[in-house]
């Protein structure tokens, strides 16, 4: 029997939650020990501003005393240098503390501004790689402040940034607890102006981040086991209602919980496991600029097609605890859910259901048309290994991933 893995958690970030929040922006800042600071907003290049969201944060922080510049030249899937010059937009500007608003590119841009502003150098100083790279250790970081503007990345509560070297087209993360936001000011009321794709990123991102460390992690903690099997199911059933009834505010206040949930640590403590998806889809979105939820949903279930026998175990459990449970309560349909007391069937059926449910998003899909091509597998499966195989020819998975592996998952993707 496996016992429970020996963990550490530093909590979460203090966190306003609700419906019309961001109205309060201003006065929930202030109060936080920010009245009379100079604050640097961190967005992204066109909603935050077509949308008025923007104007109407600096106007509140205006009116709570608190000054504040702009930097808005954050991309989709944020480059390094965007970070290297906020930092230096931060200092020039004088500024005591970020802001991120926007989705999880503007919030991470934010940490990562936050964090070379106050240590100096640049940012990629401060990635770690398996490759050699001699990595910098953080000094100190500005304070945070998150306001997302969608749920999915978790950046609002997490201590990570995942930026591009736009140059090489590698995909890395910085990670610290120095960049753990100090303030998250959460408003489901964004979500309700999504469009369906939107939406459905969202969701995917969700499912990877619960699921990823899930499969990959062995079967010692049952309370984490269960809470994440809980929050799999609450994520299905309020997805599919939020894809039917884009405006209803109770399902993405659902999902934006469940959202921040997953990367807070706690669905992970004391069996830990590896964030193998994400290893493979950094470099393709790294390489062709792909959104993030659509890569992790083109890869998910190739994914899950190559190791679930070697998990079998854990497939089985979101079968009974997942699938079995939605359909049991009437919460939704699967046409490849399969009645069965075999473990080995009931892993194949979880499987095939997630497939369904990626389909029914519309995240899992063939990525030819979105410019993927056949030259660029070989450099990204090479990227796997280099950047995430720990010093080792394959990447930690319940079946190993080796180049040969990740050549034929990439493959299926055309």
Not at 151 to 161: N, T
């Amino acid at each position: 029997m496996n016992i429970m893995d020996e963990f550490y958690l530093d909590g979460i970030p203090r966190m306003s939650f609700g419906a019309g929040k961001f109205l309060e922006s201003g006065e929930i800042i202030s109060s936080a020990g920010f009245s009379g600071k100079k604050a640097l907003v961190v967005t992204g290049r066109s909603f935050a501003k077509s949308s008025g969201t923007l104007s109407k944060l600096t106007e509140m922080l205006s009116s709570a005393g608190i000054n504040s510049a702009v930097f808005s030249s954050v991309s989709p899937n944020p480059l390094s240098s965007e970070a290297d010059e906020g930092a230096k937009f931060f200092n020039d500007n004088e500024c005591d503390f970020a802001i991120g608003l926007g989705g999880g590119s503007a919030m991470d841009v934010a940490k990562a501004i936050s964090a070379v502003a106050a240590s100096g150098g640049d940012v990629w100083e401060y990635i770690d790689f398996w490759s050699g790279n001699k990595m910098k250790a953080l000094t100190r970081a500005y304070p945070i402040v998150t306001i997302p503007t969608r749920y999915g990345s978790g950046a609002e509560v997490s201590p990570f940034a995942v930026l591009t070297d736009g140059e090489k087209r590698e995909k890395s993360i910085l990670t610290s607890d120095l960049i753990l936001p100090d303030l998250a000011i959460v408003d489901p009321e964004f979500c309700v102006t999504l469009d369906s794709e939107n939406v459905a990123y969202g969701i995917t991102d969700v499912l990877s981040h619960l699921l990823d460390t899930y499969i990959s992690g062995e079967n010692g903690s049952d309370v984490a086991d269960s809470l994440t099997e809980s929050l799999v199911y609450e994520l299905v059933k309020n997805g599919f209602k939020a894809m039917e009834d884009l405006k209803n505010i109770r399902y993405h206040e659902n999902i934006f919980y469940i959202s921040m949930l997953a990367l807070t640590g706690i669905t992970q403590v004391g069996r830990q496991g590896d964030f193998v998806l994400h290893d493979l889809e950094h470099p393709l979105s790294a390489h062709f600029n792909i959104p993030h939820g659509l890569g992790l949903g083109a890869l998910f279930p190739h994914l899950m097609k190559f190791s679930y026998e070697a998990a079998a175990s854990r497939y089985s459990r979101l079968y009974r605890h997942v699938f079995k449970r939605l359909i049991d309560n009437d919460e939704a349909a699967f046409e490849n859910f399969r009645v069965t007391d075999d473990e080995e069937e009931m892993a194949r059926s979880a499987v095939y259901c997630f497939e369904e449910f990626l389909k029914i998003l519309g995240t899992f899909k063939k990525l030819g048309p979105f410019g993927v091509t056949a030259e660029g597998i070989e450099r990204m499966a090479n990227d796997v290994i280099r950047l995430y195989g720990q010093g080792k020819l394959y990447i930690n998975n319940p079946k190993k991933l080796r180049y040969s592996d990740i050549m034929e998952i990439y493959e299926k993707l055309i």
